[in-house]
């Protein structure tokens, strides 16, 4: 391996020095130590020879990718948000819950610790009941997994792979693609409308799905019930995917329409408005036989994806309703306070019944802003995209955060 480092290595080194020699501004000097820090940034020392740290990832990542599977090189994957390290920062670019969970959860979960000696349930029936029993459908019409992620997962897998093209809109959550390139799906990307908000009608075309996420992110725009109904009822022979990660913020779950169309499955989180994002518990509500296919792939990949602890924290979490209807609430009026500040301070902020905002201001570029907010100790979200770049997302925190954010943004403004 070492030899063929060295080969690759003085590849790179004379490619480099055929593209710029020596004695105008060479990438990286013959001479040991001569490496233009000013220009490359620091370098790595090497028997002599001074090889930067990007040359040297590109030399391990061509002698390790010769083991990888095809699908591997074609992959560019999901980036999340940054979780920092430090303390003190204000973070308000995952759109995390800012309040703790249920104090009913952080008990289910100590009582919960004395069976971490044995394995789950595999079905994690406890849960499945729960949830049922809330959105008033049978357990075998839940399926439960880690996180909505690996619910969306499995869904791509078990029932979006077809021979025409997945639908979904062009600004939405970045994972869709990711999933698509993984699992081989042919997809199709259908553009908001200048308000960017999602057309039923602009969904009428040939496809094997639709994927919709309500309300969208990151525009944190909804639609109502009864346009999702009518979306399902249009397309009767293909599935229709709902994600509805931010619904408990405002706006409408299509749950109840489960009953009516077979061709209707429900995704939802209890990352957000349960503030459980850390014991990553996600589910989805069918028909049997699309329960039936999430399960099969999920008894083909892994037959525990929730452990005991994450069980018992999420029951609780959904029954105590009291708490849940408490803190999302404060987060709806947080988000209320904070949408009038913006818009007092000239941004454009996109109508949200998530908890999270998306809004602009025309005289700053977004990048500038999050950057410049960031070095006052507040994260926020930027997407470097077509249509959006000059967008931030902004979380809904609690009344301090969103506060301080507004204070800060006044002085940038």
């Known amino acids: 391996m070492v030899a063929k480092m060295a080969d690759y290595a003085g590849a790179c080194h004379r490619a480099a020095l055929r593209a710029d020699p020596v004695g105008s501004n060479p990438p990286f000097a013959l001479r040991a130590g001569t490496w233009p820090r000013a220009a490359h940034g620091s370098a790595d020392f090497r028997r002599g020879l001074a090889y930067p740290t990007v040359i040297r990832s590109a030399i391990w990542s061509k002698i390790m990718s010769r083991f990888w599977s095809p699908v591997v090189h074609s992959l560019s994957p999901y980036v999340p948000g940054e979780q920092p390290k430090q303390d003190g920062i204000v973070k308000l670019n995952t759109n995390e819950n800012p309040y703790p969970p249920s104090p009913r959860v952080l008990a289910a979960i100590a009582s919960a610790t004395d069976r971490l000696r044995l394995y789950p349930d595999p079905r994690a029936s406890a849960l499945r009941e729960t949830i049922a029993a809330h959105y008033g459908v049978e357990p075998e019409e839940v399926f ?3 996180g ?21 809109p062009d600004i939405t959550y970045g994972f869709y693609p990711v999933y698509c390139g993984l699992y081989g799906i042919r997809y199709e990307e259908v553009p908001l409308d200048a308000a960017m908000s999602v057309q039923i009608a602009d969904y009428r075309r040939p496809c094997s799905a639709i994927l919709l996420p309500n309300p969208n992110a990151p525009t944190g725009i909804g639609l109502p019930r009864e346009a999702i109904g009518r979306l399902v009822a249009e397309h009767p022979d293909q599935l229709v995917v709902i994600d509805e990660a931010y619904v408990d913020f405002g706006a409408e779950s299509a749950v109840p329409l489960v009953a009516h169309h077979d061709n209707l499955l429900i995704v939802q989180t209890l990352s957000k408005s349960r503030a459980l994002a850390g014991l990553r518990v996600g589910f989805a509500v069918g028909q049997r036989p699309l329960i039936e296919a999430l399960e099969r792939v999920k008894d083909s990949f892994n037959s525990y994806p929730l452990d005991c602890l994450a069980i018992a924290g999420a029951v609780a979490a959904i029954k105590d309703d009291a708490w849940f209807q408490e803190t999302r609430q404060r987060i709806m009026a947080n988000r209320q306070s904070l949408v009038r500040a913006l818009s ?3 941004f454009e902020v996109l109508p949200s019944v998530a908890n999270f905002v998306f809004a602009r201001h025309p005289s700053h570029r977004g990048a500038d802003l999050a950057a410049r907010l960031r070095q006052r100790g507040v994260l926020v979200r930027h997407f470097q995209k077509p249509r959006i770049e000059d967008f931030l997302r ?17 002085g940038l403004i």
């Not at 909505?148 to 979904?168: G, Y």
């Not at 902004?394 to 006044?410: D, F, N, P, W, Y």
């Open 394 to 410: 902004i979380t809904v925190g609690t009344e301090e955060q969103c506060s301080r954010v507004i204070a800060l943004l006044r």
């Open 344 to 346: 007092g301070l000239g």
């Open 148 to 168: 909505s992620d690996e619910v969306l997962a499995h869904t791509f897998q078990a029932l979006l792979k077809h021979d025409a093209p997945l639908l979904f």
């Open 144 to 146: 439960v997994g880690n």
